[in-house]
């Protein structure tokens, strides 16, 4: 839907990214045993493989611990995964299904305009496959008209830009106000480069060739519901996948999309003409509703030095067909029960999906994600208790204890620079569970039951309208520190650099990665572990460029930041030299800050077990059962191509060998072990 600069460091995430096209995606659970405690040991009822297993902890400790969890459980048919992340996902969504069962039932009871009436006519709309069909590409039709008219370059700039600026949507131009990077405290607009549909990796990847065709397939089927006939829909999309190709291979890689150093560009009104020799780029700014900013940061040059060469008039028939789909794709699971059907069908080949989602599971999913924060309030009512929030408060300070002696022991970096890391810690902010403050940014937005001619996707709109008009005035002024990038709902935490803060939402803080029955080793190695990871991102290789208020500032001498890029280098190297699936290799660079967060919060939380082996265990056993995952072939493909984070056996094993206290819990591992690594070749920053 509405497309966000996603490299942008507004967000530093813990976990794997389980996103579609049209937000959070809950799926159904999966036929499993319940996970039981586990004793490395091989106690009886311990859950561990007994003795004589052929999978030995001294060669995949992660496959020895979640044996019998991955064995007997099974990626559900209408999903490409399964995880814990995915099952507290899917409890989440069953209690707000339910909430949003109840506004249904109490539907003529509920006053207009209020939040009830809102869910259930946005269900009843998206429920309501007759109506969807009739309302056609609706509330699109008349932006998708004004791009095919567009008789130049300069009306079809304006007709984009106008699309901007009512909906936040780009394609050939993409535009987002976030945190300044230099100055915090206020908001800066962030101009990026076109829509890239799959992504530069896997548009650029020899071995994808048979799914691309399976992409240029579905371009075809959209530009036919845009009105194309057969014949023209091939060609237009041929036209719109040559230009993606061909954009991609000016765009950044993902290794440069969160660092400041190469993103942070400030440009004045008139320099950034300049990007743009041939065509007078004014028009789509002021049809955007961009003009009058103090300066604009252009994230990739080199894409917009590319992009200015299409906008000529000899290429305004493929721009019109190429934002025309843009537009299409973007908001497809809301658009007619056909085009929906394309959309997940190309969605579902790229994930190796077998199954598509029922109409009522995937109405749900989407009036919950369209209605986050609203149904994230319903949700800690009913889900979130004041007292876990007490005790996550408790082990945040003693992480950030033992991360502050991490800092002041290192034997590589410099007085000065160690002052500066300290005060940064200091200043971190902590934010659990939920907002303080509620947004509203839908107030003033009407959803209209079917019978009073709403559609699903014109409410759609009407709330996206809502949205981005609250958006547009909230940028003009300073920034309000409170807000939450995520929903209470979302299993997930992050940490956000120009926040200097680490938040982590009710949804995440339940059993596996923390049980107020558990023990406190056991909790350190789930929910410890979440935490220590967000902190240890305010030093990875581009949040260390953050300062203690969360501007870019460079507070490292020149000597202590020339020895964090060797140490960052040899992480890289290291990582490069794990296998993600079936032969092929992580991305050293792509995966760089996760896996530095990793391996730091790691180092962190087993300093403050210390040399108990019995604890230590507990906490390793814990931190590979909160990675027990299991993925398709052709997500875990695509992961490898567009993902930031290493795979999950890699984030266990690879993390583990590099630990020295791994070795002291488990003597038996030698040389010549698949889990074992060298102690001179343990790659160590924090």
Not at 287 to 312: C, D
Not at 359 to 366: G, I, L, P, W
Request: a negative charge.
């Amino acid at each position: 839907m509405n497309k966000k600069i996603c490299f942008l460091p507004a967000v530093l995430l813990f976990l794997f990214f389980v996103l579609t096209g049209c937000g959070k995606k809950p799926e159904p659970q999966p036929e499993q045993t319940a996970a039981q405690p586990v004793n490395v040991q091989g106690e009886a009822g311990s859950g561990v493989p007994e003795e004589g297993s052929k999978v030995r902890l001294e060669d995949d400790y992660y496959g020895f611990v979640n044996r019998y969890i991955l064995e007997e459980t099974k990626i559900p048919e209408d999903s490409n995964s399964w995880s814990y992340f995915y099952k507290l996902d899917k409890e989440a969504y069953e209690v707000l299904h339910e909430v949003l069962q109840e506004a249904v039932e109490n539907r003529q009871k509920s006053a207009p305009g209020s939040l009830e009436q809102k869910i259930a006519d946005m269900y009843l709309t998206a429920m309501d496959m007759e109506g969807r069909r009739n309302a056609g590409l609706g509330a699109l039709q008349p932006y998708i008209d004004e791009i095919r008219n567009a008789s130049g370059i300069k009306e079809y700039l304006e007709s984009v830009g106008k699309l901007y600026s009512d909906l936040g949507h780009g394609s050939i131009i993409t535009a987002q106000w976030l945190e300044d990077m230099s100055d915090s405290s206020r908001y800066a607009l962030y101009v990026d480069g076109a829509d890239l549909g799959p992504g530069k990796e896997t548009l650029e990847d020899e071995t994808q060739a048979a799914l691309l065709s399976q992409y240029q397939a579905y371009i075809g089927k959209i530009m036919e519901s845009a009105g194309l006939d057969q014949e023209e829909a091939a060609q237009a999309a041929s036209g719109i996948l040559g230009l993606q190709k061909e954009l991609a291979a000016s765009a950044l890689p993902l290794s440069d999309q969160s660092n400041p150093d190469v993103i942070y560009n400030p440009y004045s009104a008139e320099e950034i003409k300049s990007l743009f020799p041939n065509e007078d780029i004014d028009g789509f700014f002021e049809a955007a509703g961009l003009t009058g900013v103090p300066f604009y940061v252009v994230t990739q040059e080199g894409q917009m030095k590319k992009i200015s060469r299409y906008l000529t008039e000899d290429h305004l028939p493929l721009l019109k067909n190429y934002s025309i789909f843009c537009l299409i794709n973007d908001f497809g699971p809301y658009l007619t029960p056909e085009i929906r059907d394309s959309y997940l069908d190309w969605y579902n080949v790229q994930k190796g999906i077998k199954e598509k989602k029922t109409d009522e599971k995937m109405a749900s999913e989407m009036t919950q994600d369209i209605l986050g924060f609203e149904f994230g309030r319903l949700y800690v009512e009913k889900c979130f208790t004041e007292g876990d929030k007490l005790a996550i408060e408790d082990m945040v300070h003693q992480i950030l204890g033992a991360y502050k002696k991490q800092i002041m022991g290192l034997d590589w970096m410099g007085e000065e620079t160690k002052a500066a890391a300290v005060k940064k810690l200091d200043s971190m902010t902590l934010k659990i569970g939920y907002p303080d403050k509620w947004p509203d940014d839908y107030a003033q937005a009407s959803v209209l039951p079917a019978e009073s001619g709403g559609s699903f996707i014109d409410n759609t709109i009407s709330l996206l309208k809502a949205k981005n008009r609250v958006d547009r005035d909230k940028v003009r002024k300073p920034v309000d520190k409170s807000e939450w990038g995520m929903t209470p709902q979302t299993v997930n935490a992050y940490y956000n650099p120009t926040g200097n803060e680490i938040v982590f939402p009710a949804a995440l803080l339940q059993a596996p990665f923390y049980d107020s029955e558990a023990d406190f080793a056991a909790n350190l190695g789930g929910i410890g572990m979440v935490i220590a990871h967000e902190v240890s991102h305010a030093f990875d290789s581009s949040g260390s460029l953050y300062d203690e208020n969360g501007n870019y500032h460079v507070w490292w001498t020149d000597e202590d930041r020339a020895k964090f890029k060797k140490l960052a280098d040899q992480v890289v190297a290291y990582y490069n030299g794990q296998e993600g699936y079936e032969g092929r290799r992580v991305n050293g660079a792509q995966t760089l800050n996760e896996n530095i967060a990793d391996l730091g919060s790691m180092n962190c939380i087993t300093s403050i077990v210390g040399d108990d082996v019995d604890d230590l265990k507990l906490l390793f056993v814990q931190y590979a059962t909160i990675w027990a995952s299991k993925y398709t072939p052709e997500s875990m493909i695509q992961r490898l191509n567009t993902d930031v984070h290493s795979p999950a056996r890699v984030r266990v094993n690879a993390v583990l060998s590099a630990t020295d206290a791994f070795y002291k819990a488990y003597p038996e591992i030698k040389e010549g072990d698949a889990m074992y690594t060298a102690q001179e070749k343990r790659v160590k920053i924090w």
